[in-house]
Structure formats: structure tokens, C-alpha cells
Nanobody
Framework: QVQLVESGGGLVQPGGSLRLSCAVS????????MAWYRQAPGKQRELVAV???????NYTDLVKGRFTISRDNAKNTAYLQMNSLKPEDTAVYYC??????????WGQGTQVTVSS
């Protein structure tokens, strides 16, 4: 079974930083795109950032200039560096990986709380 293991979430003060990691394991896969989503209380899940295998990136305007998505293809791992965090960034963050086939996979989610 393919598994996406997320780490790096937690509690941080406004203006602080966190770095999330998402490691894909359990199968030999060639990952197409990897993405980070988030879901705040009472809100719909939204796309935060996406990165292609070649390294092209896109971000929601809400995080542009503050967050950076990156990946290490040899490790099948994606990262989300989050700087200048705001209370409105508080959410459960989910990693998603797409293969070149029909399969895609979600991580279990990790809580990010930005509060003083």
C-alpha cells in the first residue's frame, strides 16, 4: 500500500515558520505532481501549492511570497516551507501525490496552528 507520511506540523506564533515534509513510501512510483492542500475549520479544502516533477510551481495568492514548495525526486518527498505565518494559515494540511497512471494518494493530514 502506498503511504504518504507527513511531518513538521505543530503550534507556532504569528510571524514564525514551519517546514512540512511529505514522504511517499510503500511502492516504487514515478510521481507526477505533488501538492499541498489545507482545510480550516468550517471551510472547504483548498489548494495551497503544487509542484511538477520538473520543478514548476504554482501557489494560491494567499500564500504567495511566504510559502515555498519544493521536492526531492530521488526521495519521493515534497516540502512546504512556511514563513511569516498568520493566524488565518491555521488548518489541517494535506499532501497529495499524483502518478502518471490513474492513481493518486492523500496523506492523513497534519495540524498547523498559528496562535500567540
Amino acid at each position: 500500500q502506498v503511504q504518504l507520511v507527513e511531518s513538521g506540523g505543530g503550534l507556532v506564533q504569528p510571524g514564525g515558520s514551519l517546514r512540512l515534509s511529505c514522504a511517499v513510501s510503500g511502492s516504487i512510483l514515478r510521481i507526477n505532481t505533488m501538492a499541498w492542500y489545507r482545510q480550516a475549520p468550517g471551510k472547504q479544502r483548498e489548494l495551497v501549492a503544487v509542484i511538477t516533477r520538473g520543478g514548476n510551481t504554482n501557489y494560491t495568492d494567499l500564500v504567495k511570497g511566504r510559502f515555498t514548495i519544493s521536492r526531492d525526486n530521488a526521495k519521493n518527498t515534497a516540502y512546504l516551507q512556511m514563513n511569516s505565518l498568520k493566524p488565518e494559515d491555521t488548518a489541517v494540511y494535506y499532501c497529495k501525490a499524483d502518478t502518471y497512471g490513474p492513481s493518486f494518494y492523500w496523506g492523513q493530514g497534519t495540524q498547523v496552528t498559528v496562535s500567540s
